[in-house]
């Protein structure tokens, strides 16, 4: 029985899809729930898996084909025969094409193979679940020529692990004066715009400022080890009081948690904080709904279910919708001082940055102090500067006495 295989129904922030990686091919035995192809939108990598055990019979979008929503994408048997029939059907196939069938490999590079008359099984793959590349093809044929390895087709999944579902990265040969032109992802083209358009739409601003982390550090060293056992092993993190202080600060300051539409006003009676994640395919903010009622281990395992999900390329379109505000954490990188862009609609966005000793004066005495320091951009538009130094003061106090956070003072 044949199948229709459609690409998911996008939401209407979207409108369409690429495809960006087959990862089975016509007459490639197929399990049901197994995964077929990934399709790539401007904010998430969407996964489209089998109905039924079968076979594809028919790939109608090839990779980089851009897609609709509920678009046909390929045309699928279920029931069929899988790889066992395949060899059959083409009589002069030689042993080593046998082999190459079992790897998984990119249309392009195996078309890049044929051509060169480059053996599959000798190549190492770089791709996404130990897929040959047409990349690996092409740096497979810079090498100088070796003796083959025996043994080599059944080790060749092994370096799949270390790969991700990120962009491959040209490698260059040390003293070669190369360029390699590689297409920008949707979602990096995606943050490009949004991050160009910001800076173009809004009257952006940066107000800056530090925070003495010595009390936020001492309450986390003396507490994170009841917390992690007493909040089945979530670690109590910096974030979590970031976003707390934060959430308190926004009720104070309606205006940095509004939003601007057209040239109406948008306030927002709830905080959803959109925390950065970093990705190797590009930045994304999943968000954090109704901060204000959730405790800090509700917003620890919060946040690292969203890291993993990023990492993963598992997050949803709904988990990055909406937001009232944002933190980014620059200091995860060493980052000591930066001006965060804001994420629109939203008027206003935090950045953390890196914790370092400095010497200051407390009353009246000179001391090594943990120091971060905090930067606010916003959209003066919408908020005075008066309105944004208070709201960064805020975060600050808050911060270096935490206790505040609890008693709401």
């Given at each position: 029985?044949?199948?229709e ?5 996008f939401?209407e ?12 091919q016509?007459?490639e035995?197929?399990k049901r729930?197994e995964?077929l ?8 990598v969407?996964e489209?898996?089998?109905?039924a055990?079968?076979?594809i019979k028919e790939?109608i ?9 509920a678009?046909?994408v390929?045309i699928f048997e279920?029931g069929a025969a899988g ?7 083409a009589p002069?196939a030689k ?5 190459a069938?079992?790897?998984k490999?990119?249309p ?7 051509e ?7 190549v ?8 040959i ?6 740096n497979h044929?810079?090498q ?7 043994a080599?087709p059944?080790a060749?999944?092994?370096?799949a692990?270390?790969a991700s ?14 360029e390699k ?14 991050l160009?358009?910001a ?6 601003l940066t ?7 010595k009390?936020?550090m001492?309450l986390?060293?003396?507490?994170k080890?009841m917390f ?9 993190g910096f ?5 707390k ?7 104070r300051?309606?205006?940095v948690?509004a939003?601007?539409?057209g040239?109406d006003?948008v306030?927002?009676?709830y905080?959803?904080i ?7 395919k590009g930045l994304v903010?999943p ?6 009622a959730?405790?800090l281990?509700?917003?620890e395992?919060?946040i690292?279910d969203?890291?993993v999900?990023?990492?993963d390329?598992?997050l949803?379109?709904?988990?990055m919708?909406?937001?009232t505000?944002?933190?980014t954490?620059?200091?995860?990188f060493g ?8 994420n ?8 953390m940055h890196k ?7 407390i009353?009246?005495?000179?001391e ?6 905090l930067?606010?951009s ?7 500067g008066k309105?944004?130094v208070?709201?960064l ?10 206790a505040?956070?609890?008693l709401?003072?």
């Open positions: 029985m044949s199948i295989v459609k690409a998911p129904v939401p922030s979207v409108a369409d899809g690429t495809i960006a990686t087959w990862h089975k016509p007459g035995a197929v729930d995964l192809v990934d399709i790539e939108t401007d904010k998430v969407l489209v898996v089998a109905q055990d079968g076979v790939i979008k090839a990779e980089g084909d851009t897609v609709l929503s678009e046909v390929a279920a790889s066992e029939a395949a060899p059959a059907a002069e042993a080593e094409t046998a082999d069938d079992d790897l490999v990119n392009a590079a195996r078309k890049l193979a044929e060169k008359g480059v053996s599959l099984s000798d190492k793959a770089t791709g996404k679940d130990g897929r590349t047409k990349e690996d093809v092409l044929m810079k100088p020529e070796a003796a083959p390895q025996a080599a059944a060749a999944p092994a370096p692990p270390a579902s990120a962009p491959a990265v040209p490698s260059f040969v040390q003293g070669e004066r190369a032109r590689v297409p920008m992802t949707r979602l990096r083209a995606t943050i490009a715009k949004r160009v358009s800076q173009q739409n809004a009257a952006m107000t800056y400022n530090e925070v003495d982390m009390a936020v001492e986390r060293k003396q507490y080890d992690e056992k007493k909040h089945n092993g979530t670690r109590l974030m979590s009081f970031f976003v202080a934060a959430t308190e600060a926004l009720k300051f309606p205006s948690n939003s601007i539409d040239n006003i306030y927002h009676g905080q959803d959109g925390v950065a994640v970093s990705t190797e903010v968000v954090l709904r109704d901060v204000d959730m405790g281990a509700d917003i395992s919060g690292m969203y890291a999900k990023a990492r390329g598992k949803g379109i709904e988990e919708q909406g937001g505000f944002t933190i954490n620059g200091g995860t980052s000591l001082m930066s001006t965060p862009i804001l629109p609609p939203q008027t206003a966005i935090l950045g914790i370092q000793d400095r010497p200051m004066a009353n009246g005495q000179v090594i102090r943990p120091m971060m320091y930067a606010l916003y959209d003066h538009r919408m908020i005075d309105e944004a208070q709201f003061v805020t975060i600050k106090e808050l911060l270096e006495d935490p505040r956070i609890l709401d003072i």
